[in-house]
């Protein structure tokens, strides 16, 4: 389908915003049968009243998770140096990533 840009009138402030295709499209994708009633800067605004008026938090950023200890192993399969994110024991095999993905699909 082919989709051109609308001008639409905020309900808010009343002033004209353009709904473009690829905006159209977009809503489309998403399964959204109405056009949007609010320009772009009353949706902003009014996202932060709300997020305001719900005590809401922002989301954390992957930044603050502590990252992840890797050791190194050798493969048992191919012998190539690797790392894992857990300490190896002796009586159980460690695998790189390549020939994990191998033994995994014989299973």
Not at 41 to 54: G, H, N, V, Y
Not at 57 to 67: H, L, N
């Amino acid at each position: 389908m082919s989709y051109t840009d609308k001008v639409l009138r905020c309900r808010e402030c009343g002033s004209e915003f353009v709904f473009t295709s690829g905006e159209q499209e977009f809503y489309a994708s998403r399964g959204l049968m109405n056009e949007p009633g609010r320009c772009p800067t009353c949706r902003a605004a009014r996202r932060q009243r709300l997020a305001a008026s719900e005590g809401a938090q922002p989301a954390p950023e992957r930044s603050d998770r502590p990252r992840r200890e890797m050791h190194p192993a050798v493969c048992a399969e191919c012998g190539a140096q690797t790392t894992v994110p857990f300490i190896p024991r002796n009586d159980k095999p460690v695998y790189c990533s390549t020939c994990y993905d191998r033994v995994r699909a014989q299973r």
